[in-house]
């Protein structure tokens, strides 16, 4: 799927033309290849729909009064959004319900039923220190004291062949481990790396995105870095 950004006096597309759908949601218009629907029954997407549908399912059950919660803080200024092609959008209420308390499930947290306190948590300072080829994969992180005394941080991944220094665009990373609250300095993250990737060659480039994450569930800018595989 690709995010269109139109000029006057074209304001958008809908529908379909060539075999490509033209349409749009709340943070851009968007164009992809018109597919007929697959119903596809793998653990991974079973997860995801039923994750879905119980975020779903939370959202009806809210009170009025809760859910205007969620519309005021997805309103508010702080908490404007940016597409791809540099274009400022507001999520929905429904967005931040469905985003926030999924962080917080993945933190072992319970649900919010009210919108927390509005307020972004900065990047974080770390350090992809070292990481180790396949088969033994796995990467060294270092950050200062303190670094996430009070805020949750998640690693993401990216692995580039040998010699291709290029930096992978933010859909290339895929989610690798979550750094503890109070997690110490100098933290090593391994066991499954490759598995995440695929094999890890020496000399491949590793990327990786560390956010860090507050108690409340919102997610902060990445903070990036690289290193060789040995």
Same mark, same amino acid.
């Given at each position: 799927?690709?995010?269109?950004?139109?000029?006057?006096?074209?304001?958008?597309?809908?529908?379909?033309?060539?075999?490509?759908?033209?349409?749009?949601?709340?943070?851009?218009?968007?164009?992809?290849? @018109?597919?007929?629907?697959?119903?596809?029954?793998?653990?991974?997407?079973?997860?995801?729909?039923?994750?879905?549908?119980?975020?779903?399912?939370? @959202?009806?059950?809210?009170?009025?009064?809760?859910?205007?919660?969620?519309?005021?803080?997805?309103?508010?200024?702080?908490?404007?959004?940016?597409?791809?092609?540099?274009?400022?959008?507001?999520?929905?209420?429904?967005? @931040?319900?469905?985003?926030?308390?999924?962080?917080?499930?993945?933190?072992?947290?319970?649900?919010?039923?009210?919108?927390?306190?509005?307020?972004?948590?900065?990047?974080?300072?770390?350090?992809?220190?070292?990481?180790?080829?396949?088969?033994?994969?796995?990467?060294?992180?270092?950050?200062?004291?303190?670094?996430?005394?009070?805020?949750?941080?998640?690693?993401?991944?990216?692995?580039?062949?040998?010699?291709?220094?290029?930096?992978?665009?933010?859909?290339?990373?895929?989610?690798?481990?979550?750094?503890?609250?109070?997690?110490?300095?100098?933290?090593?993250?391994?066991?499954?790396?490759?598995?995440?990737?695929?094999?890890?060659?020496?000399?491949?480039?590793?990327?990786?995105?560390?956010?860090?994450?507050?108690?409340?569930?919102?997610?902060?800018?990445?903070?990036?870095?690289?290193?060789?595989?040995?």
């Amino acid at each position: 799927m690709a995010s269109v950004k139109f000029a006057a006096p074209v304001s958008g597309l809908r529908g379909k033309l060539g075999g490509i759908v033209f349409s749009a949601n709340s943070s851009s218009n968007y164009c992809k290849p @018109w597919a007929r629907g697959a119903v596809r029954h793998t653990a991974l997407t079973s997860v995801q729909r039923r994750t879905l549908g119980t975020h779903a399912i939370a @959202w009806r059950s809210l009170s009025a009064a809760n859910a205007a919660t969620w519309n005021v803080y997805a309103a508010d200024v702080t908490n404007e959004l940016t597409n791809s092609l540099g274009v400022a959008y507001y999520a929905s209420g429904f967005n @931040w319900f469905v985003g926030i308390n999924q962080n917080r499930i993945n933190l072992g947290l319970a649900q919010l039923d009210t919108a927390p306190a509005t307020g972004v948590p900065a990047a974080p300072t770390v350090v992809l220190a070292s990481c180790s080829a396949s088969p033994n994969a796995a990467l060294g992180l270092t950050w200062g004291a303190g670094e996430f005394t009070t805020l949750y941080g998640r690693v993401y991944v990216s692995l580039s062949p040998p010699g291709n220094n290029a930096v992978p665009p933010i859909s290339r990373y895929t989610y690798y481990a979550l750094i503890p609250l109070g997690g110490a300095p100098g933290f090593i993250i391994g066991g499954y790396l490759d598995y995440i990737t695929g094999p890890v060659l020496a000399d491949s480039v590793v990327f990786v995105r560390t956010n860090a994450i507050t108690s409340a569930g919102r997610m902060g800018p990445g903070a990036y870095d690289s290193i060789i595989a040995v």
